[in-house]
Nanobody
Framework: QVQLVESGGGLVQAGGSLRLSCAAS????????MGWYRQAPGKQRELVAS????????TYGDSVKGRFTISGNNAKNTVYLQMDSLKPEDTALYYC???????????????WGQGTQVTVSS
């Protein structure tokens, strides 16, 4: 069993900032990558940002480049998303996703968090 605990969502005015955290625990041998996705009502889930733990390389969705920053702490199995210059269109349910190897290291697994709501008012 693995668990992802997300925190940091909330209500903020446009132009403000929020910092999301996602901490992984459980039967994890190694984490390959962690990332954040979001889904607004009536829209498809989309990539916000992801980070590969082994080399720190990052990927960002086009709509958040230059405003959001993802970082990871390997020792704590935690990923952070610093969100600055927030816009009303950033309003969505933000999900943490982890790609990892568990007890059977031959298998690459995926696990999603429950989501944390981010609401940006205009």
């Amino acid at each position: 069993q693995v668990q992802l605990v997300e925190s940091g969502g909330g209500l903020v005015q446009a132009g403000g900032s929020l910092r999301l955290s996602c901490a992984a625990s459980g039967n994890i041998f190694s984490i390959n990558a962690m990332g954040w996705y979001r889904q607004a009502p009536g829209k498809q889930r989309e990539l916000v940002a992801s980070i590969i733990f082994v080399d720190g390389s990052t990927t960002y969705g086009d709509s958040v480049k230059g405003r959001f920053t993802i970082s990871g702490n390997n020792a704590k199995n935690t990923v952070y998303l610093q969100m600055d210059s927030l816009k009303p269109e950033d309003t969505a349910l933000y999900y943490c996703k982890m790609t990892y190897r568990g007890t059977d290291v031959r298998i690459l697994n995926y696990y999603w968090g429950q989501g944390t709501q981010v609401t940006v008012s205009s």
